[in-house]
């Protein structure tokens, strides 16, 4: 790649002054080469995939033949504004990943100067490697409609040398943020030398794109959860002004500067239980058949697990139940009390194993019976509708990661300094008993400082807040504890298996994967995560505080339904009881649909 040099006079920055007038050299053939590569892969893409992918590639082949031929802008093809929609686990996220290949491999980008990818959440733009957008954009958190916040030149720093954006999860934003987004980006896009502007032809006027010109690639899945506040990018645009209308245009407008390409993903990638996915599709779109549910919770059924099989000779048809087996209805109609063992008794075993495994509810923990499941399920996520039992579930399962790994745990507690006079006069008793109490807080309420924190080498661990931007260590970011390094005034505790440290550690070292960078002489991927001081609300009415001392990490073994919208778990434990009996809206189902279906199994 040859870049044009910046002038020392220059007010923006010098790199993406640079970047801003990129030559490839060979940028087509590259482009080309990193595509047949994606595409003879093992895994490779799918139909749909390979059909966004090229469509992608054209255009920054597109791109590239026009800036060598100095006719940026006079093309009558628009900038791609694209929104790729698919459930879970129909493979968005390998789609971005290969179009961040596409883009560093083929032309030499880096992402934050030509190519940006953002999402609501930390957690989410940590599993593409991206940035939020509140972060991103300069946006504060809290931005009311139509207030243009942030700082706009920092902003157009950013998008000089820009082509690119990719938005994941945009179901999870909500329109005002959207609208506000693409109102900055808009304004702070140059008018030379860019996309910026449709040209005008004999029968249209000459019009402004939206985002500047600037290619922008939005994944979503709009079966998931809803922002949590403002306006649903679901809404009629018909009853929305302001930045929410002009965000809700974008996906239901007619004109210019609405979705121009919509691609669907429907092949499920992750799930390889074809079942699952039936049922999965079933839940979302309310087929939910009733053998279906009573496989899921392993009640009796009306059919044997195979269809094709010879179990199922004799099935008949019964007007208002469905299918059902003309044997099984004989014997309870006769009446048999325990149709599960009859079952188990008249079915084939291939049918029974399928039928074990289709059963996923249980109203008792069971043990895992294999050595391989224990460990799986040892470290598997808990998810949960609400923080307080989060919270306290992390603290159980941690102790059995220590227990099923054979490794002692050590505790460590965050240490509590009240601020208020009232609390300042108490005996010391008094005092002790309350900051105990203080203990029982989720990290939410303690400002992100966790209560209680347990240690165990190889435990898996989540930041709860940002540590470090630049090497992408963001909020919920997941990572496991290396060692720890102990106060030189502690004096541990020890009781069975369990070490009560009385002073926090001096420093926590945590591994983080799929990292290249190293600090100082620790191992590759290892950070030292420090001890966090800051003051909390012990009580938001009265205004009540206190400091504390404590680390920013918490066990990674349970989380919230929002926390983990977008990410593949490996195995996981859902508490559906809670979503059914204390939602009474449509959040109950769109809660128990992240729930199930955000698992690899």
């Known amino acids: 790649f040859l ?59 597109l791109e590239v033949l026009e800036l060598q031929q100095r006719t940026v802008g006079e093309s009558k093809e628009a900038p791609l504004l694209d929104l790729v929609h698919g459930l879970p686990g129909t493979g968005k996220s390998r789609v971005i990943a290969w179009m961040r290949e596409i883009m560093e491999s083929g032309l030499g980008w880096k992402h934050g100067v030509q190519f940006v990818f953002l999402a609501f959440q930390n ?100 079966w998931q959860l809803k922002p949590v506040a403002g306006t649903y990018l679901c809404s009629n645009p018909l009853e929305h002004v302001g930045t929410a209308k002009d965000a809700l245009d974008i996906f239901w407008g007619s004109g210019p500067n609405s979705i121009r390409h919509f691609w669907d993903l429907t092949e499920v990638m992750r799930c390889r239980d074809p079942w699952y996915n039936e049922f999965l599709l079933a839940c979302r779109f309310g087929r939910l058949t009733k053998d279906m549910y009573a496989f899921f919770h392993g009640h009796a059924t009306l059919c044997a697990a195979n269809m094709q099989c010879a179990c199922n000779t004799g099935v008949v048809h019964i007007p208002g139940v469905g299918p059902c087996k003309q044997s099984w209805r004989d014997d309870f109609m ?49 998810l949960f509708n609400f923080n307080v039992p989060r919270y306290f579930t992390m603290l159980l399962r941690a102790r059995l990661f220590a227990k099923t790994h054979r490794t002692q745990i050590a505790w460590t507690y965050a240490l509590d300094t009240p601020q208020h006079p009232s609390d300042l006069e108490l005996s010391e008793d008094r005092l002790e008993f309350k900051r105990k109490q203080w203990l029982g ?52 505790v020890s009781h069975e298996n369990n070490v009560l440290l009385d002073y926090p550690p001096v420093v926590i070292y945590v591994q983080f994967s799929d990292v290249t960078w190293t600090i100082g002489d620790l191992p590759q991927g290892v950070y030292p995560v420090s001890p966090k001081t800051r003051v909390w609300k012990v009580n938001k009415y009265s205004g009540i505080s206190a400091q504390r001392k404590g680390f920013c990490l918490v066990p990674d073994f349970a989380a919230t339904a929002h926390m983990i919208q977008g990410c593949t778990l490996d195995a996981a434990i859902a508490e559906l009881e809670s979503a059914c009996l204390l939602y009474t809206s449509d959040a109950a189902d769109d809660s128990l649909r992240v729930d199930l279906g955000g698992r690899r199994i």
């Not at 599960?340 to 019976?369: D, M, S, Y």
């Open 334 to 382: 006769k009446g048999c009390t325990d149709m599960r063992t009859l079952i188990a008794n008249t079915e084939c075993e291939q049918c029974h194993k399928a039928r074990e495994a289709r059963f996923r509810v249980g109203k008792n923990a069971t043990k895992p019976t294999t050595q391989e499941d224990r460990i799986a399920y040892s470290k598997a996520i808990a």
């Open 3 to 61: 870049f044009s040099v910046a002038t020392e006079a220059s007010a923006f920055d010098a790199e993406r002054c640079a970047a801003a007038s990129w030559h490839a050299a060979h940028g087509v053939q590259n482009l080309d080469r990193v595509f047949r590569s994606i595409v003879t892969a093992t895994p490779a893409p799918n139909e749909m995939q390979i059909q966004f992918l090229k469509h992608f590639v054209d255009r920054l082949k």
């Open 123 to 222: 957690v989410m733009a940590a599993s593409i490697n991206g940035l939020t957008l509140h972060h991103w954009s300069g946006i504060p958190a809290h931005a009311v409609d139509g207030g243009g916040a942030g700082d706009k030149h920092a902003l157009s720093i950013k998008c000089q040398a820009l082509r690119v954006i990719v938005i994941d999860e945009v179901s999870m934003i909500s329109a005002e943020l959207l609208g506000t987004f693409e109102n900055n980006v808009r304004k702070v896009v140059r008018s030379n030398g860019t996309y910026k502007w449709q040209a005008a032809t004999d029968t249209t006027e000459k019009v402004e794109r939206v985002f500047g010109g600037i290619n922008v690639v939005m994944c979503a899945d709009f």
């Open 441 to 492: 807080r989720h990290d939410q309420d303690t400002a992100n400082l966790t209560s209680l924190l347990p240690l165990a080498v190889g435990m898996p661990v989540r930041l709860t807040d940002t540590l470090d931007r630049n090497l992408l260590l963001y909020r919920h970011r997941q990572g496991k504890i290396h060692a720890w390094t102990n106060d030189p005034r502690c004096i541990p």
